[in-house]
């Protein structure tokens, strides 16, 4: 593979080869944030409900479907856990290695718009509200 040298071993055993320094450094784009959900459909409510995402359907039911938005080149994807790939399901709503923010204008106003739509934070300071997701991921609001 031109431009890649030497394979490497990290403490988890896992090989890959190492970029060579040559040939320049490797560019690349943000390009979204994929989420799996045993209940994609309830999940896309929540951030439809909740964040106010205007979420659209890809695909048809029966289908492999999935839910996104995209705005200026970055996606919000939810797709079915069980689908999607075999590492993804069962889904692990204990992990906590993926944090989501939204900035908000109001915590007292995104206080009240929880209350409308019958949902309790699990954490709130001045500055952020943490709510909890249809699969247990925690999701801040906040103002900064």
């Not at 959900?37 to 951030?47: L, N, V």
Request: one cysteine or more; charged letters at 20%.
């Amino acid at each position: 593979m031109s431009g890649w040298t030497d394979t490497v071993v990290c403490s988890n055993d896992v090989h890959f080869a190492c970029p060579d320094q040559t040939a320049g450094p490797m560019k690349s784009t943000f390009r979204g944030v994929f989420l799996t959900s045993e209940d994609p459909a309830c999940t896309a409510r929540f951030y439809q409900d909740i964040a106010g995402l205007e979420l659209e359907v890809v695909g048809r039911e029966g289908a492999y479907q999935y839910w996104k938005i995209d705005r200026d080149g970055v996606q919000l994807a939810l797709h079915d856990a069980k689908a999607f790939s075999p590492y993804t399901f069962p889904v692990w709503a204990e992990s906590n290695v993926t944090h989501m923010y939204f900035k908000i204008h109001s915590i007292a106003g995104f206080l009240a718009h929880l209350t409308a739509h019958g949902v309790e934070p699990c954490d709130c300071d001045d500055v952020v509200v943490t709510v909890q997701d249809p699969d247990g991921r925690k999701v801040m609001f906040g103002t900064a």
